[in-house]
């Protein structure tokens, strides 16, 4: 799966899920990479994605107040000779600069996409559009994540060493790749026992019986 995004003035995004990996591009306007980076899926969970959106209203409507008084004159010139002044030009010039600056803010500060994994953190435009495609790529990035750690560590060998193949079994179950049904099953398989957990009997304790 793969996510692009271009912004105006701050270049190219390019996000792409690997066999193995989680791969992050970023280039400014030049095509020059400033970052690059692979981030093998051991290293992903736990996957945090956030929108944020705050737009000031109040800006906007006083910017439009101000669009409207510096425009009523030469409007109203226009509207009664049928010639445009220069004042019409240049309010038609301070209108899209105004526009023009908006439309960055609202990429850049007003509204983000935040990807966050263990070791990385990846801001975005919040683009409207784009929100059920970060929101696919958010879902995937966990699935594959999760579907890969099961694969590579999901499994257990009662005749190899046990101590290292529980500490794995902890490490899947705290990213929530296995449940807790399923890392209980793998470890009595290991270790013959339905608990790890000492038993108490008499103030002291006993040790956990076997499973045959």
């Known amino acids: 799966m793969i996510f692009n995004q271009k912004q105006l003035f701050l270049g190219t995004t390019h996000i792409a899920l690997r066999a193995e990996s989680l791969y992050v591009c970023k280039r400014n306007p030049q095509g020059v990479a400033t970052l690059e980076t692979e981030v093998?899926?051991?290293?992903?969970?736990?996957?945090?994605?956030?929108?944020?959106?705050?737009?000031?209203?109040?800006?906007?409507?006083?910017?439009?107040?101000?669009?409207?008084?510096?425009?009523?004159?030469?409007?109203?010139?226009?509207?009664?000779?049928?010639?445009?002044?220069?004042?019409?030009?240049?309010?038609?010039?301070?209108?899209?600069?105004?526009?023009?600056?908006?439309?960055?803010?609202?990429?850049?500060?007003?509204?983000?996409?935040?990807?966050?994994?263990?070791?990385?953190?990846?801001?975005?435009?919040?683009?409207?559009?784009?929100?059920?495609q970060f929101r696919a790529l958010v879902a995937e990035l966990e699935r594959r994540t999760k579907t890969y750690l099961r694969d590579e560590y999901g499994q257990v060998n009662p005749l190899g060493f046990i101590e290292p193949q529980l500490r794995r079994l902890a490490w899947l179950r705290e990213l929530d790749v296995l449940s807790a049904r399923e890392a209980q099953a793998l470890s009595t398989r290991l270790t013959g026992r339905r608990s790890t957990e000492p038993l108490k009997g008499m103030g002291q304790e006993l040790e956990s019986p076997y499973l045959n």
């Open 40 to 132: 093998p899926y051991e290293e992903i969970l736990p996957v945090k994605a956030s929108e944020h959106r705050h737009i000031p209203t109040n800006q906007l409507l006083l910017t439009a107040l101000l669009l409207g008084f510096l425009g009523y004159t030469p409007w109203r010139e226009w509207l009664a000779t049928g010639e445009a002044g220069s004042q019409l030009y240049w309010w038609w010039v301070i209108l899209g600069v105004n526009a023009l600056a908006m439309w960055l803010r609202f990429e850049q500060q007003w509204c983000t996409f935040r990807l966050q994994t263990a070791h990385l953190a990846v801001t975005l435009a919040g683009r409207p559009w784009q929100r059920k």
